[in-house]
């Protein structure tokens, strides 16, 4: 007989693993990395165009990187046309004409991953999660701000 597991490191563990698995095969389809997609993403969520330092600080935060990787990811992006400073403003970022469908074209496609996936879950059980893994993540954050 099969029991559910209590919620721990190692059940959200495998959880952020298989899904990030499929996520990774998703992006390798565009020849986007993680990072990329994660910097488009946020870039398209600031109405196409951010400031770098803020781009930094998101990505540095979240993703738990240092400013390099962030600075390489954007030196790729804007090497391969995705992205570009502003022009007149050397702090601002925006997305390409390609960078910008590109980026439709990922959330499409994680749309379609995110039925798959979360579909049969009721919007109580979503809601539960989401709060419970929202908590996890600021105690987890407040740790490594004491680190």
Do not use: C, W
């Amino acid at each position: 007989m099969s029991t559910t597991p209590t919620l721990n490191g190692q059940v959200i563990g495998q959880a952020h693993y298989a899904t990030r698995a499929v996520l990774e095969h998703l992006l390798a389809r565009t020849g986007t990395t993680f990072h990329q997609s994660v910097a488009l993403n946020a870039t398209a969520d600031s109405g196409g165009a951010v400031d770098r330092e803020q781009l930094i600080t998101r990505m540095t935060s979240t993703l738990k990187i240092d400013a390099a990787a962030v600075l390489a990811t954007i030196a790729e992006l804007t090497d391969s046309k995705l992205m570009e400073t502003l022009p007149g403003d050397t702090s601002r970022l925006r997305l390409t004409d390609t960078g910008q469908a590109l980026n439709r074209e990922i959330r499409g496609a994680i749309g379609e991953l995110t039925t798959r996936l979360y579909g049969a879950l009721s919007a109580d059980e979503l809601a539960t999660a989401g709060r419970i893994l929202t908590v996890i993540t600021a105690r987890a954050n407040a740790e490594l701000a004491d680190v």
